[in-house]
């Protein structure tokens, strides 16, 4: 058994307790140690910093003092909020690491590839962990196979709600940007990204590849008076003619669970309950499986990965074109955020924290995953009718800047 790699974690709080998870079962395995961790608010979590004090990780409050003092470092992996994703995998780059990076890698296209061109020896896995799961390996065998015929449509739809302590949470939520850097919060990219994600996987040539849209029209709207936006719906084909159509949202009071039809030209395969149940012309299949399960598959596969034991992780950045092009084309196309006006929503008090409930919004979700339409051409007054983008290039930047400041008409409240 080789001696294990030295490992250290950026972010150790919200999501980072989960890669604290992962990388205590790779401890026990004997492939890795983790060595030190960087996060200026550690002393939020007293209980963590003190477990990692019984264990001699040090701690550094500067993720960039880790990379300088910790000269044995071999790997990282980055749990800290999107808008610094960018120059902390730079950073990890400049230093020579191996990379598992969070999703979404980084909010633009540009910032996308400069990681990639930054990237020379492949380095870098993002934390996309979703397409390692038993249910999308499993369609994409039938896809690959030829089970389903050719492939011809990919729809996903979601209502995951989400409440003020959602927004409060952190500085960054429901953001577009924080200060200088971009963020593009949101359901399409952040919570709900790994379904845009896996259209791209599934519309992929072969078992492991991705493929990128080459045409999107995107609709973004806001109940909730944030910078960024609550309700989304995106439809666009890649150029194999294969068509996708998703709409995800925060602002529901109903909870759907995400749901996606795959439509072959011989078959069709059905993924409901948020992965939970795959059902399918091939049969149905129980698919339960949990995040943190999840998780230490995508690490275990990153660490094999790191130690030459496969030969790609599930998820480079480069494979993360196809998101990237499709939320950046998604926002050009929206032309920005459009405010859903009050007559549209309801907002319920709970306890303290407070829901918007888009009126109608569950329900037309739930029919656009039979009949995929955008919420413009399904009579809700405040949709606005979005122009198709056809032309976005690797490098291609989005001016968030420009879409940002259009006038809103409501006064947006800091989180
Ligand atoms: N893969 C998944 O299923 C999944 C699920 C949830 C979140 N995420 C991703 O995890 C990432 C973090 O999200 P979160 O909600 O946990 O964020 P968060 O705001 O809770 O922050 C996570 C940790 O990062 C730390 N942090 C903040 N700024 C930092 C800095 N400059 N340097 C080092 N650490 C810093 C915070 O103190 C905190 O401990 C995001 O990319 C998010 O999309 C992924």
């Known amino acids: 058994m080789k001696a294990p790699l030295e490992f250290g974690l950026i972010g150790v709080g919200g999501f980072g307790e989960r890669h604290l998870e992962a990388i205590r079962a790779l401890e026990q395995t004997g492939e890795v140690k983790l060595v030190a961790v960087g996060d200026p608010q550690l002393q939020r979590f007293p209980e963590l910093a003190a477990d990692l004090r019984a264990r001699s990780v040090r701690a550094y409050d500067d993720y ?10 071999q790997v990282v992996s980055i749990a800290a909020p999107i808008p610094f994703h960018f120059e902390m995998a730079r950073k990890c780059l400049e230093h020579d690491l191996f990379v598992y990076l969070e999703k979404p890698p980084a909010p633009l296209v540009e910032q996308l590839e400069e990681l990639i061109r930054a990237d020379v ?11 390692e799961s038993i ?4 369609i994409k065998r039938w896809i690959v ?24 949470r952190a500085s960054w939520a429901g953001r577009m940007t924080l200060g200088e850097r971009p963020v593009f919060d949101g359901p399409a990219t952040n919570a709900l990204a790994h379904l845009v994600h896996n259209i791209m996987f599934f519309a992929g040539a072969g ?6 849209p080459n045409r999107i029209q995107g609709e973004l709207y806001r109940a909730r008076p944030i910078e960024s936006y609550d309700v989304a719906c995106l439809r666009g084909h890649f150029p194999s003619g294969i068509f996708f159509y998703a709409a ?3 602002a529901t009071q109903e909870y759907l669970p995400y ?10 395969a059905r993924v409901s309950k948020d992965g939970a149940l795959l059902e399918s012309s091939e049969g149905p299949r129980n698919c339960v499986e949990s995040i943190e399960g999840l998780l230490l598959k995508s690490f275990t596969a990153f660490i094999d990965y790191v130690r030459g034991r496969r030969h790609r992780p599930p998820t480079l950045l480069r494979d993360v074109r196809g998101y990237s092009f499709a939320t950046n084309a998604m926002l050009q196309s929206s032309g920005g955020m459009h405010d859903i006006e009050e007559a549209g929503y309801r907002r319920i008090e709970n306890n303290h924290d407070s829901l918007y409930a888009v009126h109608g919004l569950h329900d037309a979700i739930v029919g656009a995953l039979r009949k995929p339409q955008l919420f413009s051409e399904l009579n809700f007054p405040w949709a606005v009718e979005t122009p198709l983008i056809t032309t976005m290039f690797a490098g291609e930047s989005v001016n968030l800047m420009a879409i940002k400041s259009r006038p809103s008409a409501k006064p947006v409240v800091a989180c």
């Open 64 to 73: 960039r003092d880790m990379l300088t003092r910790e000269s044995g470092l």
């Open 121 to 131: 020896r492949c380095r870098v896995a993002v934390g996309f962990q979703m397409v």
């Open 135 to 138: 249910w999308s390996q499993q």
């Open 145 to 168: 196979s030829g089970k389903l015929g050719d492939l011809r449509e990919v729809r996903v739809g979601a209502c995951w709600p989400r409440g003020d302590g959602y927004y409060r």
């Open 207 to 212: 078992q492991e590849f991705f493929d990128q």
């Open 248 to 250: 995800l949202t925060h």
């Open 259 to 268: 749901q996606m039809e795959i439509i072959g030209t011989k078959g069709w």
